[in-house]
Nanobody, 127 residues
């Protein structure tokens, strides 16, 4: 089992940057693929990126591709979401999620794939 804690959210102006962190408990974090999702008020939770268990592969939806980047430091049990060129429509609560997997080169886009979730961190982008 793994517990996830997000941090790094806040208020930023359009065009600015934020880096979110997802810190995990447990000694086998490198057995988990990790995804980031966001949920705006009145909307469904949507995928914003994911990374393989070893960190060698990442994937993003078109809405954030080229602006967001995920990385991980398994020695620190932490995954990062670097968000650049932020837009007001990026405003949401951001969640990280983890899925135990044997596959080293697979990341997961569907929220239903994930077993563990953090509590979320608010990101607000002002215009």
């Amino acid at each position: 089992q793994v517990q996830l804690v997000e941090s790094g959210g806040g208020l930023v102006q359009a065009g600015g940057s934020l880096r979110l962190s997802c810190a995990a408990s447990g000694r086998t974090f490198n057995s988990y693929a990790v995804g980031w999702f966001r949920q705006a008020p009145g909307k469904e939770r949507e995928f914003v990126g994911a990374i393989t268990r070893g960190g060698g592969g990442t994937g993003y939806p078109d809405s954030v591709k080229g602006r967001f980047a995920i990385s991980r430091d398994n020695a620190k049990n932490t995954v990062y979401l670097q968000m650049n060129s932020l837009k007001p429509e990026d405003t949401a609560v951001y969640y990280c999620a983890a899925k135990a997997t044997y596959f080293t080169n697979t990341y997961y886009k569907s929220r239903t794939e994930y077993d563990y979730w953090g509590q979320g961190t608010q990101v607000t982008v002002s215009s």
